[in-house]
């Protein structure tokens, strides 16, 4: 209480000083006037009676300075003046402020950027409650190449068996052409099973989700809606429940809407429909049929993903006894089942990249920091002299180092603020390229606890860069730079040490960083003059979905090929046909393919091959060579002797000997299947990815009224002019088909690259700044070594020494300091560079080209940073610098 | 120096203030004059620890500041004791007895 007691009456006095002073003076003059007059009165004369008051009271101002003690709060004074003092310094070295507040706001601002994202994706849990608790079952076949999805009897089995399981939920992706004729728009919809909902604890905003009578075949449609598709189509209306939604032309009743805040697993999602299983789907013969796309579980409470692995293994052990292709699937592609986190399973593909580049901003904050340590450094040296004098006036270690600490984080705070607003401002302009990977809502956006973390990490950064200044200041040795007439101060051996052991620092931090962008940069340029397969220039492509209801297979055949013909007449266009599958559209997964009167071996059987059927003169239109036989024609459709194509890379596969045509195949694995014979062998397509090389080839045949039809047509100029046509064609194929995802080929071969573009471009920013970084650091402290060294090296050349001798001692010095650094480099990049596996294409991460062209680009920063104060030490005039300095 | 000499000297300043003020209010100058008579001019109280210690007094609360008129007519600040330093001097002044006694005692033991 007392302690309180007095705080506040020196805060008050605090904010009435001027008071304060003004009453202390009137009652010390009342003192000595007394004691004056009462000297006067014992018989002195006045001049002696009132110095003889005065040095009674022992000195006015002595009085008065040992009544400030009392009454004031030293500390939050000090505090003040050194805050002003600093300012005023920062503000009088405007060239350092700025340099170190740049430094500081960029690194800050790198890693504020990247660090909302990889909070947002990787750190915060999904948007559900208990999030934690849902994991996903899949099964895999890694020898085949394919990962995930479920088919229709493990599902069942899975959820029925594993006591580990509280709760299961499946889901497909599903098309539909919403709405009337006239009005229709393709939308993407979910069939999901009855628990779906419940599993993700997310209750309809409006009416109910499903129950599991609506799941089984035969019961009325039911639907449930986004919210925003309950705002777009039915504009918001809350009575829209028990309003009739059309889906491919059959009617759905609405039953729910659900809260725009629920999507799963992505954003696309707007209608949700229950998951209605065929008799044929759940027998045996589908068991590696992965028709759905995934399931969901919930654990029991205290089970752990562990038991539930065991559990599923087990329950697998006993399926595979009754599965008619457990030989094939588990010998042929290494089939198991897979449980694994939700959270994890979903951000799997975009972590690897979001790690890399939370690992580049990181190395860029320690380069900075290392730059700002010395920096600030230098900088101390420089006012050595100032802090000398501060202290012979009586300043105290504690009061220089609080100053010292006060200034850095000032600098610290400043370029944090600065940094967060900057690092918010980027993510706003780089959001869109993370936008539409992002497996959920997971809407990056400024994040008060990321803001919150980073200003607290410039705040600590601050204090630990402060320690190094604080340290060397206070280590000082008072006399020397005091006497010392003509210096500007003097470090001590350690403290030089610790200075060229962060330009070493710097320089591996650097190389590291270099070495990395360089390795990605590589890949890069490797990937862009890897040949597709096809010629992507001069290609338009789009996409029109056939509704399954409103056409008969008969009807949507004639439909296309109408299409395929119309198109092919179009002026310009040299050549243009109908696929289900183009190049970098999406994953046409595959199908094992059987062959007449061969036994495959079973790591034949069991890979995917994509099956694509193909109308028109598609291979002309993409570019495709045409290797051996002839090509698919429209004489091929409906014919009964069924024709295919299959590219190179299927024929060499199966007839090395190239005896490929004639051959007679099926991607049917029925029991009586109808086979294709071969016709032709055209080029191989890479089909989603540059980089891939596994694919195992593919089978081209016949166009046979799919539901999707892709229209990819190869123009004699400007592409781009074509798209009105192309869309006019359509309608008049028919009003309510609608062409969409109308792109350039290029595009969409170079939109597969886009995650390698943005970390090539990040890490090429970063690595830029840590060049930039490091060659300021090596100048900052050479240029102050040269200074340091004047009156030697003017003792030196007075003695005789060459200026060409002394530039070559200058740039030994920083030769030296490279030579430590660039090894370290080498062997910092050798073991990180493992980790970056799966992002290189055609190097390896000990590549020496990569190695030697960073090593010289920091040699070359790094003497250009040497030369102008080795210059500048050649130069001194051993006369001048003897005398006077 | 040492730390408890200056303790001891400090805090027996405080208690002679407080003493010196438990019969009316005073200024300053008549405090020091005060002080001086009481110790019977044996010791001189340093008037530079004078203001210092009354300003100590304020902050805990032991004494008040008012400005007020001196005998002959001049503006001067007159101290008075509160409540809690009346209180406070009962227990400096019992501290002291004991302090003394004790002293007393182990000098003429010895």
């Given at each position: 209480?007392?302690?309180?007691?007095?705080?506040?009456?020196?805060?008050?006095?605090?904010?009435r000083r001027?008071?304060?002073?003004?009453?202390?003076?009137?009652?010390?003059?009342?003192?000595?006037?007394?004691?004056?007059?009462s000297?006067?009165?014992?018989g002195?004369?006045?001049?002696?009676?009132?110095?003889?008051?005065?040095?009674?009271l022992?000195?006015?101002?002595q009085?008065k300075?040992?009544?400030?003690?009392?009454?004031?709060?030293r500390?939050?004074?000090?505090?003040?003046?050194?805050?002003?003092?600093?300012?005023?310094?920062?503000?009088?070295?405007?060239?350092f402020?700025?340099?170190?507040?740049t430094?500081?706001?960029?690194?800050?601002?790198?890693?504020?950027?990247i660090?909302?994202?990889v909070?947002?994706?990787?750190?915060?849990?999904?948007?559900?409650?208990?999030?934690?608790?849902?994991?996903?079952?899949?099964?895999?076949?890694?020898?085949?190449?394919f990962?995930?999805?479920i088919?229709?009897?493990?599902?069942?089995?899975r959820?029925?068996?594993?006591?580990?399981?509280?709760?299961?939920?499946?889901?497909?992706?599903?098309?539909?052409?919403?709405?009337?004729?006239?009005?229709i728009?393709?939308?993407?919809?979910?069939?999901?099973?009855?628990?779906?909902?419940?599993l993700?604890?997310?209750?309809?905003?409006?009416?109910?989700?499903?129950?599991?009578?609506?799941?089984?075949?035969?019961?009325?449609?039911?639907v449930?809606?986004?919210?925003?598709?309950?705002?777009?189509?039915?504009?918001?209306d809350?009575?829209?429940?028990g309003?009739?939604?059309?889906?491919?032309?059959?009617?759905?009743?609405?039953?729910?809407?659900?809260?725009?805040?629920?999507?799963f697993?992505?954003?696309?999602?707007?209608?949700?429909?229950?998951?209605?299983?065929?008799?044929?789907?759940?027998?045996?013969?589908?068991?590696?049929?992965?028709?759905?796309?995934?399931?969901?579980?919930?654990?029991?409470?205290?089970?752990?993903?562990?038991?539930?692995r065991?559990?599923?293994?087990?329950?697998?052990?006993r399926t595979?006894?009754?599965?008619?292709?457990?030989?094939?699937?588990?010998?042929?592609?290494?089939?198991?089942p897979?449980?694994?986190?939700?959270?994890?399973?979903?951000?799997?593909?975009?972590r690897?990249?979001?790690i890399?580049?939370?690992s580049?901003?990181?190395?860029?904050?320690l380069?900075?920091?290392v730059?700002l340590?010395?920096?600030l450094?230098?900088?101390?040296?420089g006012?050595?002299?100032?802090?000398?004098?501060?202290r012979?006036?009586?300043?105290?270690?504690?009061?220089?180092?609080?100053?010292?600490?006060?200034?850095?984080?000032?600098?610290a705070?400043?370029?944090?603020?600065?940094?967060?607003?900057?690092?918010?401002?980027?993510?706003?302009f780089?959001?869109?390229?993370?936008?539409?990977?992002?497996?959920?809502?997971?809407s990056?956006?400024?994040?008060g606890?990321?803001?919150?973390?980073?200003?607290?990490?410039?705040?600590?950064?601050?204090l630990?860069?402060?320690?190094?200044?604080?340290?060397?200041?206070?280590?000082?040795?008072?006399s020397?730079?005091?006497?010392?007439?003509?210096?500007?101060?003097?470090?001590?051996?350690?403290v030089?040490?610790?200075?060229?052991?962060?330009?070493?620092?710097?320089?591996?931090?650097?190389?590291?960083?270099?070495?990395?962008?360089?390795?990605?940069?590589?890949?890069?340029?490797?990937l862009?003059?890897?040949?597709?397969g096809?010629r992507?220039?001069?290609?338009?492509?789009?996409?029109?979905?056939?509704?399954?209801?409103?056409?008969?297979?008969a009807?949507?055949?004639?439909?296309?090929?109408?299409?395929?013909?119309r198109?092919?007449?179009?002026?310009?266009?040299?050549?243009?046909?109908?696929?289900?599958?183009l190049?970098?559209?999406?994953?046409?997964?595959g199908a094992?393919?059987?062959?007449?009167?061969?036994?495959?071996?079973p790591?034949?059987?069991?890979?995917?091959?994509?099956?694509?059927?193909?109308?028109?003169?598609v291979?002309?239109?993409?570019?495709?060579?045409?290797?051996?036989?002839?090509?698919?024609?429209?004489?091929?459709?409906g014919?009964?002797?069924?024709?295919?194509?299959?590219?190179?890379?299927?024929?060499?596969?199966?007839?090395?000997k190239?005896?490929?045509?004639?051959?007679?195949?099926?991607?049917?694995?029925?029991?009586?299947?109808?086979?294709?014979?071969?016709?032709?062998?055209?080029?191989?397509?890479?089909?989603?990815?540059?980089a891939?090389?596994?694919?195992?080839?593919t089978?081209?045949?016949?166009?046979?009224?799919?539901?999707?039809?892709?229209?990819?047509l190869?123009?004699?100029?400007?592409?781009?002019?074509?798209?009105v046509?192309?869309?006019?064609?359509?309608?008049e194929?028919?009003?309510?088909?609608?062409?969409?995802?109308?792109?350039?080929?290029?595009?969409?071969?170079?939109?597969?690259?886009?995650?390698?573009w943005?970390?090539?471009?990040?890490?090429?920013?970063?690595?830029?700044?840590a060049?930039?970084?490091?060659?300021?650091?090596?100048?900052?402290?050479?240029a102050?070594?040269?200074?340091?060294?004047?009156?030697?090296?003017?003792?030196?050349?007075?003695?005789?020494?060459?200026?060409?001798?002394?530039?070559?001692?200058?740039?030994s010095?920083?030769?030296?300091l490279?030579?430590?650094?660039?090894?370290?480099?080498?062997?910092?990049?050798?073991?990180?560079?493992?980790?970056?596996?799966?992002?290189?294409?055609?190097v390896?991460?000990?590549?020496?080209?990569?190695?030697?062209?960073v090593?010289?680009?920091?040699?070359?920063a790094?003497?250009?940073?040497?030369?102008?104060?080795?210059?500048?030490?050649?130069?001194?005039?051993?006369?001048?610098?003897l005398?006077a300095? | 120096?040492?730390?408890?000499?200056?303790e001891?000297?400090?805090?027996?300043?405080?208690?002679?203030?407080?003493?010196?003020?438990?019969?009316?209010?005073?200024?300053?100058?008549?405090?020091?004059?005060?002080?001086?008579q009481?110790?019977?001019?044996?010791?001189?109280?340093?008037?530079?620890?004078l203001?210092?210690?009354l300003?100590?007094?304020?902050?805990?609360?032991?004494?008040?500041?008012?400005?007020?008129?001196?005998?002959?007519?001049?503006?001067?600040?007159?101290?008075?004791?509160?409540?809690?330093?009346?209180?406070?001097l009962?227990?400096?002044?019992?501290r002291w007895?004991?302090?003394?006694?004790?002293?007393?005692?182990?000098?003429?033991?010895?």
């Open positions: 209480m007392s302690v309180l007691r007095r705080f506040a009456f020196r805060l008050s006095a605090f904010f001027e008071q304060i002073e003004d009453d202390l003076s009137e009652e010390l003059r009342l003192h000595v006037e007394l004691q004056t007059e000297n006067i009165q014992a002195m004369k006045h001049e002696e009676a009132r110095r003889q008051a005065l040095m009674d022992g000195g006015l101002d009085v300075e040992r009544y400030r003690d009392e009454r004031r709060l500390w939050l004074e000090d505090a003040g003046s050194d805050l002003r003092h600093s300012l005023r310094g920062l503000m009088r070295e405007r060239a402020t700025a340099t170190v507040l430094i500081f706001a960029l690194c800050v601002a790198a890693n504020v950027a660090f909302s994202v909070n947002a994706i990787l750190l915060k849990p999904l948007p559900f409650p208990g999030a934690k608790g849902i994991y996903t079952v899949y099964d895999s076949y890694p020898k085949a190449g990962d995930g999805g088919s229709v009897p493990h599902y069942l089995e959820s029925r068996e594993v006591s580990a399981f509280a709760e299961s939920a499946a889901y497909r992706t599903v098309w539909f052409a919403a709405g009337k004729r006239g009005t728009q393709g939308i993407e919809a979910m069939a999901t099973s009855a628990g779906f909902f419940n993700f604890r997310s209750e309809p905003a409006l009416g109910r989700t499903f129950t599991e009578t609506e799941t089984v075949a035969g019961s009325p449609h039911v449930v809606i986004s919210d925003s598709l309950w705002r777009t189509r039915f504009l918001g809350p009575a829209v429940l309003k009739v939604l059309i889906l491919d032309d059959n009617p759905y009743t609405v039953i729910g809407v659900m809260p725009a805040s629920f999507h697993p992505t954003v696309h999602p707007v209608a949700w429909v229950p998951l209605v299983f065929t008799k044929p789907e759940q027998t045996d013969l589908y068991r590696h049929a992965a028709s759905l796309a995934g399931m969901a579980v919930r654990l029991r409470p205290g089970v752990t993903a562990a038991q539930a065991l559990q599923l293994d087990g329950l697998n052990e595979l006894k009754q599965d008619p292709y457990a030989k094939l699937v588990v010998e042929g592609a290494g089939y198991h897979v449980i694994d986190g939700l959270h994890p399973t979903m951000v799997a593909r975009i690897p990249v979001l890399l580049l939370q580049g901003a990181f190395f860029l904050l380069i900075g920091a730059n340590a010395n920096l450094m230098v900088r101390a040296v006012r050595a002299r100032e802090y000398s004098v501060r012979a006036l009586g300043a105290g270690s504690g009061r220089l180092g609080r100053s010292i600490v006060l200034e850095t984080l000032l600098l705070i400043a370029g944090g603020v600065v940094g967060v607003a900057l690092g918010l401002t980027a993510l706003r780089s959001f869109h390229f993370f936008s539409d990977r992002l497996p959920f809502e997971m990056v956006q400024p994040d606890r990321v803001c919150a973390v980073s200003l607290a990490g410039a705040i600590l950064s601050g630990a860069l402060s320690a190094p200044v604080a340290w060397q200041t206070l280590k000082e040795n008072l020397i730079s005091l006497s010392s007439e003509s210096r500007t101060g003097t470090i001590t051996r350690s030089q040490t610790v200075r060229q052991a962060l330009i070493v620092a710097q320089i591996t931090l650097a190389f590291i960083l270099l070495s990395g962008t360089g390795l990605l940069s590589l890949s890069l340029y490797k862009l003059s890897v040949n597709p096809f992507p220039e001069h290609v338009l492509t789009g996409m029109v979905d056939l509704p399954v209801s409103r056409y008969p297979d009807k949507r055949l004639a439909l296309a090929l109408q299409i395929s013909e198109i092919q007449t179009l002026p310009a266009v040299s050549c243009a046909g109908i696929s289900t599958n190049p970098f559209t999406w994953n046409a997964g094992a393919i059987s062959f007449k009167n061969r036994k495959p071996k790591e034949e059987a069991a890979e995917p091959h994509p099956v694509i059927s193909v109308a028109g003169n291979f002309g239109a993409l570019g495709v060579p045409l290797i051996q036989g002839r090509l698919l024609g429209d004489s091929d459709v014919v009964p002797q069924k024709v295919c194509v299959v590219d190179t890379k299927f024929a060499q596969r199966f007839w090395p190239g005896d490929a045509l004639g051959a007679e195949i099926t991607p049917d694995s029925g029991p009586n299947p109808e086979y294709y014979k071969i016709v032709g062998v055209v080029g191989a397509v890479r089909q989603t990815d540059l891939d090389d596994k694919e195992f080839g089978m081209y045949v016949p166009y046979a009224g799919e539901k999707n039809v892709m229209i990819a190869r123009t004699l100029d400007d592409p781009v002019s074509l798209g046509a192309l869309a006019k064609i359509v309608k194929a028919d009003p309510d088909l609608e062409l969409h995802d109308v792109s350039l080929m290029e595009n969409r071969v170079g939109k597969s690259l886009s995650g390698r943005v970390a090539v471009s990040l890490g090429g920013v970063f690595a830029g700044l060049l930039i970084l490091a060659s300021i650091g090596i100048y900052g402290v050479l102050y070594t040269v200074t340091q060294r004047r009156r030697e090296i003017g003792v030196r050349m007075a003695l005789g020494a060459q200026p060409h001798q002394i530039l070559r001692m200058i740039l010095f920083g030769a030296r490279l030579a430590i650094g660039l090894p370290l480099g080498v062997l910092g990049t050798l073991f990180l560079g493992k980790s970056m596996g799966s992002f290189l294409y055609g390896r991460p000990s590549s020496l080209g990569v190695f030697l062209s090593a010289s680009l920091l040699s070359l790094a003497t250009a940073a040497c030369v102008i104060p080795a210059k500048r030490a050649a130069k001194v005039s051993p006369s001048e610098a005398r300095i | 120096m040492t730390k408890e000499k200056a001891l000297l400090q805090g027996t300043l405080d208690m002679l203030i407080l003493n010196a003020l438990i019969l009316e209010p005073m200024h300053g100058f008549g405090l020091a004059i005060r002080l001086r009481m110790s019977r001019e044996v010791f001189q109280v340093e008037m530079g620890s203001y210092p210690a300003c100590r007094l304020e902050g805990r609360g032991w004494i008040e500041a008012k400005w007020g008129t001196s005998e002959n007519n001049r503006k001067a600040r007159f101290y008075s004791l509160t409540a809690s330093g009346r209180e406070q009962g227990v400096e002044s019992a007895q004991v302090l003394s006694s004790t002293i007393n005692a182990m000098l003429r033991a010895t």
